[in-house]
């Protein structure tokens, strides 16, 4: 059974770092691109990150490069973000996604065919 659990959430500070964790079972994350989403209330579902099953290359948004990192860690299967210089406006919920239609940038949320249920990260001071 394919899983995804994301976990690491919590209520920050801004500037503060965070790392979320995505624990997969079922199958093995370096045969899926891995992507990371955000979902603030009233807003829609925005792609973050994504790491390649390909290569490894990662894809980052706009809003988010240069400050957020993603890295895999085969051993213990699991696809990890780190949050850095976080903003009141990364607040939101985030997911991690497993695809395979694509071969490079970040992928549609349509394509991701396995989804975690969330993490709350939260940015105030």
């Known amino acids: 059974q394919v899983q995804l659990v994301e976990s690491g959430g919590g209520l920050m500070q801004p500037g503060g770092p965070l790392r979320l964790s995505c624990a997969a079972s079922g199958f093995t994350v370096d045969s899926y691109n891995i992507g990371w989403f955000r979902q603030a209330p009233g807003k829609e579902r925005e792609g973050v990150s994504c790491?390649?099953?390909?290569?490894?290359?990662?894809y980052y948004s706009h809003s988010v490069e240069g400050r957020f990192t993603t890295s895999s860690d085969n051993a213990q299967n699991t696809v990890y973000l780190q949050l850095n210089g976080l903003k009141p406006e990364d607040t939101a919920v985030y997911y991690c996604a497993a695809g395979r239609g694509w071969d490079y940038g970040l992928g549609f949320a349509h394509e991701y065919n396995y989804w975690g249920q969330g993490t709350q990260v939260t940015v105030s001071s």
């Open positions: 790491i390649s099953r390909t290569d490894g290359s990662t």
